[in-house]
């Protein structure tokens, strides 16, 4: 949070895989026009942790050419390699170790393993497989899912750092369509619960983190927007929103009103 950290706006943390983090926005980069909109989009999101496709961005692979490390540095930001375009658990884990190398020895990773090219939805049985991989050979794992409540049990189960569910088809910027579901991982988890895949607008973002998401990924709702730094100032105002109406607590919801002025002791 940006409040001042005092008895009544205390510190609250993001922790993953033991470091703290102050933002719950994390961001991606691709979709931007060029890397200088990426540069100032993610410092208008305050994001400190910003994921990055191995497979469709250069952070060093390929010399001579512009390599977003430039503009997002590592000493600056957490780096957060992921495994965007792979369709099998071997060609995740492959990613993930070649991400290991380009940035000496860095074991966070974002695990995504699709199953279809038009939703974009992941292949449960391959990220199963990938996570199981990959934990033990000593990744800290962020793993992409469905909103799958049994699942992402298993996933926690399996040591992976965080568990992050989608609202809504990537991209598709539907906002949260399963809520119960949503709530229903939030409740059962001992790990983070990162919203990643459906966002579109601020409201998107505050519903996920009133719901008690420990944090929200998104890209494209900040990348197509028509003013891309704008709206990622306006996705992390929104984020900051929902997290603190999650911790001070919505009043019921009732069929009946309810003055916000009783009557109980008027004159007269």
């Given at each position: 949070m940006t409040a001042p950290h005092s008895p009544t706006f205390p510190a609250d943390p993001l922790v993953i895989a033991g470091k703290a983090y102050a933002s719950r926005l994390l961001t991606g980069t691709g979709k931007f026009t060029d890397l200088e909109q990426t540069r100032l989009a993610t410092e208008a999101a305050g994001?400190?942790?910003?994921?990055?496709?191995?497979?469709?961005?250069?952070?060093?692979?390929?010399?001579?050419?512009?390599?977003?490390?430039?503009?997002?540095?590592?000493?600056?930001?957490?780096?957060?390699?992921?495994?965007?375009?792979?369709?099998?658990?071997?060609?995740?884990?492959?990613?993930?170790?070649?991400?290991?190398?380009?940035?000496?020895?860095?074991?966070?990773?974002?695990?995504?393993?699709?199953?279809?090219?038009?939703?974009?939805?992941?292949?449960?049985?391959?990220?199963?497989?990938?996570?199981?991989?990959?934990?033990?050979?000593?990744?800290?794992?962020?793993?992409?899912?469905?909103?799958?409540?049994?699942?992402?049990?298993?996933?926690?189960?399996?040591?992976?750092?965080?568990?992050?569910?989608?609202?809504?088809?990537?991209?598709?910027?539907?906002?949260?369509?399963?809520?119960?579901?949503?709530?229903?991982?939030?409740?059962?988890?001992?790990?983070?619960?990162?919203?990643?895949?459906?966002?579109?607008?601020?409201?998107?973002?505050a519903i996920a983190m009133e719901l008690g998401c420990d944090g929200v990924l998104m890209n494209t709702a900040i990348a197509g927007a028509k003013d891309p730094v704008l709206m990622a100032h306006a996705m992390k105002l929104a984020v900051e929103a929902g997290r603190a109406a999650f911790k001070a607590g919505r009043i019921p919801r009732k069929r009946f009103a309810s003055a916000s002025s009783p009557v109980d002791g008027l004159i007269g």
């Open positions: 994001a400190q942790i910003v994921t990055v496709a191995i497979r469709r961005t250069n952070i060093g692979q390929n010399p001579g050419e512009p390599n977003l490390l430039d503009v997002l540095p590592p000493d600056r930001y957490t780096i957060l390699p992921n495994t965007a375009g792979c369709y099998t658990a071997d060609d995740a884990v492959r990613t993930c170790r070649l991400a290991r190398e380009l940035l000496d020895g860095h074991s966070l990773v974002k695990l995504e393993v699709l199953g279809d090219q038009k939703t974009l939805y992941p292949d449960v049985v391959q990220t199963l497989a990938a996570a199981e991989l990959l934990v033990k050979d000593g990744f800290d794992v962020m793993v992409y899912t469905s909103d799958d409540p049994i699942l992402a049990k298993r996933l926690e189960e399996i040591g992976c750092v965080a568990v992050m569910p989608l609202a809504a088809p990537i991209g598709s910027g539907l906002g949260v369509q399963n809520k119960y579901n949503l709530l229903e991982i939030v409740e059962n988890a001992k790990v983070p619960i990162i919203v990643d895949a459906g966002v579109g607008t601020a409201s998107d973002a």
